[in-house]
């Protein structure tokens, strides 16, 4: 089955400590992306892969790293995660020519406290 | 940025009603899509609109990309209980790479039996 597939589904850290979410899909695609969700602010860009070592921000980069080693991977990284990082956390991925939308991952909900 | 306009922000319908809801931008799109997110997954495309003026269904949804390019609108005909999530509509410039979405911030449709 064809799939972005996020872990953990939730998680609960501390102030400080890293942390990484992973993110693969099975699909073959170029492009990968991290959004956050938030209550009133939509869907919001973190950072985005147009192929393997090739990353770039998004709109909402502060705070995070991403690394893309290899083509279904695309793991999300917070060095010294705050509590403003509190969100739900979504990957993406879709191939980069022609406009077929996204396949959503099922969603990171990451508390930090 | 560019910016998408989704309207309404929020909805409370009983089951039976028809639905709808918009997005509009300052800026033209080469395509215009329709996600859904269930509560606790991440979205899932719906409808994908490639020319301007085109109308398409997906069972009791329909779709139009409007003709200036610059909004499109979503319909519901006899909602029921299971169209409750989150709607979001997102656009795709002429400006950007075929990869780069942007997201308007979501319609919550809540269906009452």
């Known amino acids: 089955e064809a799939q972005v597939t996020q872990n953990p589904r939730y998680l609960i850290t501390v102030t400080g400590k890293k942390l990484t979410v992973t993110c693969s899909q099975n699909?073959?695609?170029?492009?990968m992306s991290w959004y956050r969700q938030d209550p009133g602010l939509g869907l919001r860009q973190i950072y985005y892969s147009m192929n393997v070592e090739v990353t770039d921000k998004g709109d909402v980069p502060e705070g995070y790293k991403v690394s893309r080693k290899e083509k279904r991977n695309f793991p999300l990284i917070l060095e010294s995660p705050s509590p403003n990082q509190t969100s739900l956390y979504f990957c993406?991925?879709?191939?980069?020519?022609?406009?077929?939308?996204?396949?959503f991952g099922s969603g990171t909900r990451l508390t930090v406290v | 940025g560019q910016q998408l306009n989704q309207s309404p922000q929020s909805m409370f319908i009983q089951e039976g009603e028809d639905v709808s809801m918009n997005c509009t931008s300052s800026?033209?799109?080469?395509?215009w899509l329709w996600y859904k997110q269930d509560p606790g997954e991440g979205p899932v495309l719906l409808i994908a609109?490639?020319?301007?003026?085109e109308l398409t269904s997906n069972g009791r949804l329909t779709a139009q990309f409007g003709i200036t390019r610059k909004d499109s609108f979503l319909n519901i005909s006899a909602s029921i209980p299971s169209d409750v999530g989150i709607y979001f509509c997102a656009g795709q410039s002429p400006q950007s790479g075929s990869e780069k979405l942007v997201f308007g911030k979501g319609t919550k449709l809540t269906v009452n039996p």
């Open positions: 993406a991925s879709s191939f980069l020519t022609g406009s077929y939308g996204y396949t």
């Open positions: 609109l490639y020319k301007a003026g």
């Open positions: 800026s033209i799109f080469n395509t």
């Open positions: 699909m073959n695609h170029e492009y």
